[in-house]
């Protein structure tokens, strides 16, 4: 940063931020100036060829031959020895050459650590440094964890080989006897938690308290992932990339490009049962809409669309929100005319999928047990989660790269693909899975993605094609997929292990091999087929926000998929990126959208989730030097009040109800005993209130300023965007504005007025603000002032800013009384370019504003006051229901 016009140097010395470039012979003084200090300085040096003066060849008036020769040798030399160092100085290091997301710090000494195409140079630079090469066989480990290493590798060795041989003396007895057995098909049991599929035994001793993900592996390399004695919902899930940068995963959801991720954490229930009984276990766990038991949502009960909403449990009288859920019905058989015209033809069951987040798993499946057991007949409970996994992806890039992957194929041979494939592949040209029919669901079986990779792009329509974008539009408006029946494979158990049971890699290489160059191996009747459903969501209302594709499949199928749809070569240049937890958080945030569990404190998942962030941020507190952190106790809010109000690291809604404070202890680790724990754990003292019952609540306030007031445990979810500027950071406190004052304040450290809030609105907003009385005028001008003089008064008279935070005329923060909730999300967002957060309110205090406002005839209800934790300025921010 360049120093500022009035700052003088110190002591005389013209203070610099940069050295200037070191001394150098090739270098003049009056040369240096032209360039930027240590920039393109050695590229300089490199380039600038010495030569000798004309003079050195003369003698005495006569040109001297032998001196004029070794003049120009001279300069042929200086010549030379510039291009070779030239080239040089250009030239990039093997590891250089390499995209970030494949940079190591290994990579320097370890030539296996780049790709292919470029060790053969880096060897050669090695060798050329005279720098140690390492071989990983000739490696001796380091320290006590190393030979300990060794040693378990060597036993495993040896135990590896033993059983090869006794599999090959199986395998010659198994083929003399002609008879080849099969692993048998995994048992679920009805009603009660099944247990995930037993890993290896290289990777079991890893897999005793957590479960690994079916792309474990591949993100363990190149994701940041929780930590093994602490998982995430029992799952080791990716928190985040191990690139440094956010910036490309934001291009590629909105701009160009596409992000995956690997959402098999999220837990499948199946139900199965009569219609009618289903329909009632439905209706008691929320799902109580009078369109979806109506003839419009008859194509959501035919399997042909998706329903999303919160499921709601019913205690003491009343109804608890758990959480966001996705339920899909299993699409009915067409039955055969034999079949219809039949009376004693048995009725099948229906199934139904329901997906819900691993937080709240639990508290879904005890509910959803609980009203099964009471239908008669009963209807069958089963636990899914380790049969079905899911892959979500986002971006302008993500139907092209499905359509990449997923070759659509027949489900008996000799027949041709179904309607929903056909549909599948006419997607090609969509790049916004929202442009699609609402909640819209595709079900058919694709091909093994090994036999066709690599991936190779797809032909797109020409986008300046009328013709083809209006034929597409026609498609997407009548939607053939509703006039055929989905396929109905993924619900059926058997179609599912069968789907599970995918050839080795070395036949899939044996195939390749034998097949032509550059085309792929030919489709066998063996061949399985993987039973996948398609469907999008919309992460908000707008038309032109990017939807969401989520691919369901077998668990055991799902890394085939994701290997392909990682190495597809989008047609906008490089492949789809991945995600983790922090990426999907983000773009919720950037969406305007809140993450289920964290920016539901109210629920119980977010409760939990809060008192685990609580510690976090406290321990990361507590581990700050005391000069160095904030002293709560300290904090200066203004008027003679001094300390920050609860805990500064925790959103302390307890505080502002009432409730005694929790002992956060210290964590304990998850042990097989912990569902049995989280069933007798104390229930969350909050409750949550859905966006549409904050609206019908500001509705009544707005009809009746005298309407009842629900109770102070019940918290709404709002959006909150800044006036002007600032940035909210998660436990800011949100503050409503404060009453107006019948008389003004007495002395400079009265409570702030409502009318000093609401002078710092723009005018760009359509209303007039009104004066702030502590805010400095203009003084009238004189009429006896000179023109210069009364136009400069004029003008700064027009243009005076409103004041700032480090005037004395700021308004302070409300008192205790006006706060009303805190931040559970807050940054800066890069899809506005501005400050956003998502925060939790009570809504007994937000109606009380919204009533005080009523009454005193303004429009300022939705106004309110943003404060960070530890910090003395507020910020003027509007809230909105998410």
């Known amino acids: 940063m360049a120093p500022k016009p009035g700052d003088a140097p110190r002591d005389g010395v013209n203070s610099k931020k940069r050295k200037d470039p070191p001394p150098s012979s090739n270098l003049k003084s009056s040369n240096t100036k032209q360039f930027h200090p240590n920039k393109r300085v050695k590229a300089y040096v490199a380039r600038n060829i010495s030569s000798q003066p004309a003079d050195a060849a003369l003698k005495n008036g006569e040109l001297d031959l032998p001196a004029f020769l070794k003049s120009r040798e001279f300069e042929i030399k200086a010549m030379e020895d510039a291009m070779v160092k030239t080239k040089k100085s250009l030239n990039l290091r093997a590891f250089q050459q390499m995209p970030r997301d494949l940079r190591r710090r290994t990579a320097s000494h370890n030539v296996k650590r780049v790709p292919k195409r470029i060790q053969k140079k880096h060897a050669h630079e090695l060798k050329q440094d005279n720098a140690p090469l390492v071989d990983r066989n000739k490696r001796k480990p380091n320290g006590s964890r190393g030979r300990i290493r060794a040693e378990t590798a060597k036993r495993l060795g040896i135990l590896a080989a033993k059983k090869k041989a006794e599999q090959?003396?199986?395998?010659?007895?198994?083929?003399?006897?002609?008879?080849?057995?099969?692993?048998?098909?995994?048992?679920?049991?009805?009603?009660?938690?099944?247990?995930?599929?037993?890993?290896?035994?290289?990777?079991?001793?890893?897999?005793?308290?957590?479960?690994?993900?079916?792309?474990?592996?591949?993100?363990?390399?190149?994701?940041?992932?929780?930590?093994?004695?602490?998982?995430?919902?029992?799952?080791?899930?990716?928190?985040?990339?191990?690139?440094?940068?956010?910036?490309?995963?934001?291009?590629?959801?909105?701009?160009?490009?596409?992000?995956?991720?690997?959402?098999?954490?999220?837990?499948?229930?199946?139900?199965?049962?009569?219609?009618?009984?289903?329909?009632?276990?439905?209706?008691?766990?929320?799902?109580?809409?009078?369109?979806?038991?109506?003839?419009?949502?008859?194509?959501?009960?035919?399997?042909?669309?998706?329903?999303?909403?919160?499921?709601?449990?019913?205690?003491?009288?009343?109804?608890?929100?758990?959480?966001?859920?996705?339920?899909?019905?299993?699409?009915?058989?067409?039955?055969?005319?034999?079949?219809?015209?039949?009376?004693?033809?048995?009725?099948?069951?229906?199934?139904?999928?329901?997906?819900?987040?691993?937080?709240?798993?639990?508290?879904?499946?005890?509910?959803?047990?609980?009203?099964?057991?009471?239908?008669?007949?009963?209807?069958?409970?089963?636990?899914?989660?380790?049969?079905?996994?899911?892959?979500?992806?986002?971006?302008?890039g993500s139907t092209e790269a499905l359509l990449g992957i997923l070759q659509p194929i027949s489900e008996d041979s000799g027949r041709p693909i179904s309607d929903h494939g056909q549909v599948f592949k006419s997607l090609a040209g969509v790049t916004n899975s929202s442009a699609l029919p609402l909640n819209a669901l595709l079900s058919f079986s694709v091909s093994d993605p090994r036999l066709r990779y690599p991936p190779q792009r797809i032909t797109l329509p020409d986008p300046q094609d009328q013709n083809a974008s209006f034929a597409q539009l026609q498609m997407l408006s009548s939607w053939p997929a509703d006039e055929s029946i989905p396929s109905p494979a993924l619900f059926d158990r058997d179609a599912r292990h069968k789907a599970?049971?995918?050839?080795?890699?070395?036949?899939?290489?044996?195939?390749?091999?034998?097949?032509?160059?550059?085309?792929?191996?030919?489709?066998?009747?063996?061949?399985?087929?993987?039973?996948?459903?398609?469907?999008?969501?919309?992460?908000?209302?707008?038309?032109?926000?990017?939807?969401?594709?989520?691919?369901?499949?077998?668990?055991?199928?799902?890394?085939?998929?994701?290997?392909?749809?990682?190495?597809?070569?989008?047609?906008?240049?490089?492949?789809?990126?991945?995600?983790?937890?922090?990426?999907?958080?983000?773009?919720?945030?950037?969406?305007?959208?809140?993450?289920?569990?964290?920016?539901?404190?109210?629920?119980?998942?977010?409760?939990?989730?809060?008192?685990?962030?609580?510690?976090?941020?406290?321990?990361?507190?507590?581990?700050?030097?005391?000069?160095?952190?904030?002293?709560?106790?300290?904090?200066?809010?203004?008027?003679?009040?001094?300390?920050?109000?609860?805990?500064?690291?925790?959103?302390?809604?307890?505080?502002?109800?009432?409730?005694?404070?929790?002992?956060?202890?210290?964590?304990?680790?998850?042990?097989?005993?912990?569902?049995?724990?989280?069933?007798?754990?104390?229930?969350?003292?909050?409750?949550?209130?859905?966006?549409?019952?904050?609206?019908?609540?500001?509705?009544?306030?707005?009809?009746?300023?005298?309407?009842?007031?629900?109770?102070?445990?019940?918290?709404?979810?709002?959006?909150?965007?800044?006036?002007?500027?600032?940035?909210?950071?998660?436990?800011?406190?949100?503050?409503?504005?404060?009453?107006?004052?019948?008389?003004?304040?007495?002395?400079?450290?009265?409570?702030?007025?409502?009318?000093?809030?609401?002078?710092?609105?723009?005018?760009?907003?359509?209303?007039?603000?009104?004066p702030n009385p502590k805010k400095s005028t203009i003084s009238r001008i004189p009429l006896d002032a000179p023109l210069p003089q009364r136009v400069r008064l004029l003008a700064q008279s027009l243009i005076q800013p409103p004041p700032s935070e480090n005037d004395e005329c700021y308004p302070l923060v409300p008192d205790e009384e006006d706060l009303i909730g805190f931040v559970t999300t807050g940054e800066f967002n890069l899809a506005e370019g501005k400050g956003r957060a998502i925060g939790s309110v009570i809504l007994a205090k937000v109606l009380e504003a919204v009533r005080r406002d009523g009454k005193c005839g303004g429009n300022f209800g939705r106004l309110c006051i943003v404060r960070n934790a530890g910090e003395r300025v507020g910020r003027l921010a509007t809230w909105t229901s998410v």
């Open 500 to 770: 599970t049971r995918l050839p080795s890699q070395k036949a899939i290489n044996r195939r390749k091999s034998l097949a032509k160059p550059g085309a792929y191996p030919d489709p066998v009747e063996t061949d399985p087929s993987i039973p996948i459903m398609l469907f999008t969501s919309r992460s908000t209302s707008a038309s032109s926000a990017q939807g969401v594709w989520t691919l369901m499949a077998p668990w055991k199928c799902i890394l085939p998929i994701w290997y392909g749809l990682m190495h597809f070569p989008l047609s906008t240049g490089n492949n789809p990126r991945f995600g983790g937890i922090q990426e999907l958080r983000q773009t919720h945030f950037e969406h305007g959208m809140p993450w289920f569990p964290a920016d539901y404190p109210s629920t119980a998942a977010g409760h939990a989730w809060e008192a685990e962030e609580m510690k976090k941020r406290e321990a990361a507190w507590s581990r700050r030097p005391k000069g160095k952190r904030v002293e709560w106790a300290t904090v200066d809010l203004g008027a003679k009040r001094k300390g920050e109000i609860g805990r500064g690291w925790a959103c302390d809604f307890e505080k502002l109800v009432g409730l005694p404070v929790e002992d956060m202890g210290k964590p304990e680790q998850e042990t097989e005993t912990d569902l049995k724990k989280l069933s007798q754990a104390p229930e969350c003292p909050f409750e949550q209130v859905s966006a549409a019952s904050l609206r019908a609540e500001l509705l009544a306030v707005d009809k009746k300023l005298d309407a009842p007031l629900p109770p102070i445990t019940h918290l709404a979810t709002i959006s909150l965007t800044p006036v002007t500027r600032g940035v909210a950071y998660p436990c800011a406190r949100i503050y409503r504005l404060p009453a107006e004052l019948s008389s003004p304040p007495s002395s400079e450290n009265s409570p702030t007025t409502r009318k000093e809030w609401l002078a710092l609105l723009p005018a760009y907003l359509g209303q007039k603000a009104p």
């Open 168 to 396: 090959k003396k199986e395998g010659n007895k198994k083929g003399e006897d002609g008879i080849q057995t099969r692993s048998p098909r995994p048992k679920i049991r009805m009603g009660k938690l099944n247990d995930p599929q037993k890993p290896k035994s290289k990777f079991r001793k890893r897999q005793v308290h957590k479960s690994w993900l079916p792309t474990h592996l591949w993100h363990a390399k190149r994701a940041t992932m929780t930590e093994p004695a602490k998982p995430l919902w029992r799952f080791a899930i990716p928190i985040t990339s191990t690139e440094k940068s956010y910036r490309p995963t934001h291009r590629a959801t909105g701009a160009r490009g596409a992000v995956a991720w690997d959402t098999s954490y999220l837990s499948t229930i199946g139900l199965e049962g009569t219609a009618k009984n289903a329909e009632k276990v439905l209706k008691a766990i929320g799902v109580v809409e009078p369109s979806l038991w109506e003839e419009r949502g008859q194509k959501w009960r035919d399997g042909k669309r998706t329903w999303s909403g919160w499921l709601s449990r019913e205690h003491k009288g009343q109804r608890i929100q758990i959480g966001p859920a996705i339920i899909m019905w299993c699409p009915a058989e067409a039955k055969s005319p034999e079949q219809a015209g039949s009376i004693s033809a048995k009725t099948p069951n229906s199934r139904l999928f329901i997906r819900v987040h691993p937080s709240a798993f639990l508290e879904t499946w005890t509910e959803l047990l609980r009203v099964s057991k009471q239908q008669r007949p009963m209807v069958l409970t089963i636990d899914l989660r380790f049969e079905i996994g899911s892959i979500q992806i986002t971006g302008p």
